[in-house]
């Protein structure tokens, strides 16, 4: 059984910077894809940034572009970090890891990925 562990969260202040780590265990070998999601209270849950694990390839949504990166350990099988620079009350929200696997490249959207870690929450104050 696939198991997805994130860890990170915390609470910082506007302009901090704060790092969330995933990993997948137990997928099966092949095409994989991990990301990030969020969702804040009363929203629904959006990609954050996403990364194609086979070729490293990412997405970032626009609202996070040029202050979050997303990155692949190649020491560790299956896990990511995303960096996040910068932070901004408005990236308050629970995060999410997910991943999917069998398919060729990845996706923006949540319900394409068939396995999710438990969410950390991610504060920032203004």
């Known amino acids: 059984q696939v198991l997805i562990v994130g860890s990170g969260g915390g609470t910082v202040q506007a302009g901090e910077s704060l790092t969330l780590s995933c990993t997948a265990s137990?997928?099966?070998?092949?095409?994989?894809?991990m990301g990030w999601f969020r969702q804040a209270p009363g929203k629904e849950r959006t990609q954050v940034s996403c990364m194609y694990l086979n070729d490293a390839s990412k997405i970032y949504a626009d609202s996070v572009k040029g202050r979050f990166n997303i990155s692949r350990d190649n020491a560790k099988k299956h896990t990511i970090h995303l960096q996040m620079n910068n932070l901004k009350p408005e990236d308050t929200a629970m995060y999410y890891c997910?991943?999917?696997?069998?398919?060729?490249?990845?996706?923006?959207?949540?319900?394409?990925?068939?396995?999710w870690g438990q969410g950390t929450q991610v504060t920032v104050s203004s």
């Open positions: 137990r997928l099966p070998f092949g095409e994989v894809a």
């Open positions: 997910a991943a999917r696997y069998g398919v060729i490249g990845t996706s923006t959207t949540p319900s394409l990925y068939t396995h």
